[in-house]
């Protein structure tokens, strides 16, 4: 197999890889939920019925934190797979 194919084909399987590990963050101690897989796709987002005693830019704030910390937990689990993958295929990587 040539190195394209290789690549494209450990591309594939990556993505695949990526698209079953899911995981939750939240913010505002649990007043916002947000379930998300590795490969950054929003699977639920969840609000707590307590949260209507906030206002409209305290939960702006608290989604807008629950999507970065998501987006950051997918970026750390893409690149731990990754390295893992590459030292498969690379060893001493």
Known sequence: MDQFNLLKQFSE???????????????????????????KKIKSLKINADLKIVDKEDLEDLMTIALERGLSRAEEISEQELKKTLGNILPGL
Do not use: H, P, W
């Open 13 to 39: 399987e990556t993505k695949q890889k990526l698209s079953t590990i899911e995981f939750e963050v939240e913010s505002g101690n649990g007043l916002i939920v947000l379930t998300m897989n590795a490969n």
